[in-house]
C-alpha cells in the first residue's frame, strides 16, 4: 500500500492505492479511483474517494511513463477497487495501448466485484481475455446471505457464485478472498460451511483467507465498539479455518492463509493438500504451533 501523488512527470497515482499482495512487482497502473460499490461495512480502503474513471490522457501518460521506466516489470495490475467496471470500449482501449506501449508484459490484472462483472457478457470477457487481461481478484467475502446482506456486499451468494463461473468461463484466472470472523463469533461455522460450499460451486483458481480486521470509521468498527459484533477468538478463528477448508471442494486451486490479517499461514494445494491442511489446523487447536502475535497482524 502507498499513498501519494506524483506531480507532472511519473505515474499519477491519487490517494491511497491498494493492490494483491501477488501483485507486488506489477506496474501499477491506476485506471480508476475508488470503488463504484464503496458501501461494504467493513471495508474503509476508498471512503476518502468519490469514484471516477481515469481520463485517456492520464492514463495514456503512465502507460507511457511505464514504457520508459519499468520495463523490468511484466505484469499490469489495474487499480483501484474494481476496475473491471470500467465500459468495455475504454478497457479495450486501455488494454491496446499496454499491448502497444508495453509489448513485453505478460499479465494484466484487476480487482473486480459482481456488479462490474455482471455488466460484462460471457463474449465481451472472453474479448478482454484475448486483448490481455489474464486475472481477476474478487471479494467473495462469505457464502451466507444473510451475512452478505449484513455486510451490504451488495449481491447473493448464488449471484456470486455465477460471476465468478462467467469470469472463469472466459478462460481468465479467478483469485477470491474471503473472511474469516466476518460473520460474527455465532455464526462462524455457518459462514465457514456456506463460504466452503459457495467456494466449491464457483471452483476459483486461488483462495485468499483474510481475517477482519476493525478500520475505524467503518460501521463493522462502530458495531464492534459497540459491543454489537463479537469476533470469534483465536481459537475459533482457527476452528472456522478448518471448517471451510473441510467445506470447499475444488478441481484444482490453491488455498491460503498466509496474509498478515491472519493467526495461521496455511498453504494448500486442493485437493490434494486439504488433509494436510487440516491436521495442521487441528495441531493448532491443540497447541502444538505458535499462532501469530495480535501486534504482528496487519492488513
Ligand atoms: S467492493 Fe471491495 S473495495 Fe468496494 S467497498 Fe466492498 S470490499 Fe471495499
Known sequence: MFDYADE?????????????????HSILLQVTLGCSHNKCTFCGTFTDKRFRIKDEET?????????????HQDRVFLMDGDALIIPQKRLMWILDQIKAHLPWVKRVGAYANTKGIKLKTLEE??????????????GVETGDDEVRKKIIKGSTAKECIEMGRRVKEA????????????????????????????????????????TVMFVPG??????????????PDELGLLRELREMI????????????????????????????????IEQIDTALKGGVRLKPEWMRGL
Open 8 to 24: 507532472g512527470e511519473g505515474m499519477h497515482y491519487e490517494g491511497y492505492c491498494i493492490r494483491p499482495p501477488s501483485e507486488a
Open 59 to 71: 492514463i495514456l501518460s503512465d502507460i507511457k511513463y511505464a514504457s520508459r521506466y519499468m520495463q
Open 125 to 138: 470477457l472472453i474479448a478482454l481475455r484475448e486483448n490481455g487481461l489474464s486475472i481477476l481478484y474478487l
Open 171 to 210: 478462460g481468465i484466472k479467478l483469485s477470491v478472498t474471503v473472511l474469516l470472523g466476518i460473520a460474527g463469533k455465532d455464526k462462524s461455522l455457518e459462514h465457514a460451511r456456506l463460504t466452503g460450499e459457495l467456494l466449491t460451486a464457483m471452483d476459483p483458481d486461488y483462495i485468499g483467507a483474510l
Open 218 to 231: 467503518t460501521p463493522l468498527n462502530d458495531d464492534h465498539e459497540k459491543g454489537e459484533f463479537v469476533l
Open 246 to 277: 473441510l467445506h470447499t471442494n475444488i478441481t484444482r486451486g490453491l488455498f491460503f492463509s498466509n496474509h498478515a490479517s491472519n493467526y495461521l499461514p496455511v498453504r494448500a494445494r486442493l485437493p490434494r493438500g486439504k488433509q494436510e491442511a
